[in-house]
Nanobody, 123 residues
Framework: QVQLVESGGGLVQPGGSLRLSCAAS????????MGWYRQAPGKQRELVAT???????NYADSVKGRFTISTDNAKRTVYLQMNSLKPEDTAVYYC?????????????????WGQGTQVTVSS
């Protein structure tokens, strides 16, 4: 019913930049928040940045000043601009969205995840 499709990952040298995109599609009534999480090998998934519908952004301390999250509400798309990338940013990045969908009897809000996109920072 709802799909989150990510793009933009890849291999980049330290100090470089990448831009991730995630587009939501399907039977969507509203989107309460969107965000990015990441999971490095052997580690738990962690929050990178979130942006609720009111536009107030939230960042992990490790990415503040280097990453910027933004949305295009008309396109139901969230972006993550990543600058000054470091090797420790290497991870699979997952898009997340809290979405309300219509059902036959009511509206239902759930968290949805993308398939993940690999970001590798290495020289």
């Amino acid at each position: 019913q709802v799909q989150l499709v990510e793009s933009g990952g890849g291999l980049v040298q330290p100090g470089g930049s990448l831009r991730l995109s995630c587009a939501a599609s399907g039977s969507i009534f509203s989107i309460k928040a969107m965000g990015w999480y990441r999971q490095a090998p052997g580690k738990q998934r962690e929050l990178v940045a979130t942006i609720p519908s009111d536009g107030r952004t939230n960042y992990a301390d490790s990415v503040k000043g280097r990453f910027t999250i933004s949305t295009d509400n008309a396109k139901r798309t969230v972006y993550l601009q990543m600058n000054s990338l470091k090797p420790e940013d290497t991870a699979v990045y997952y898009c997340n969205a809290r979405i309300t969908i219509p059902t036959l009897t009511r509206f239902r809000q759930d968290d949805y995840w993308g398939q993940g996109t690999q970001v590798t920072v290495s020289s």
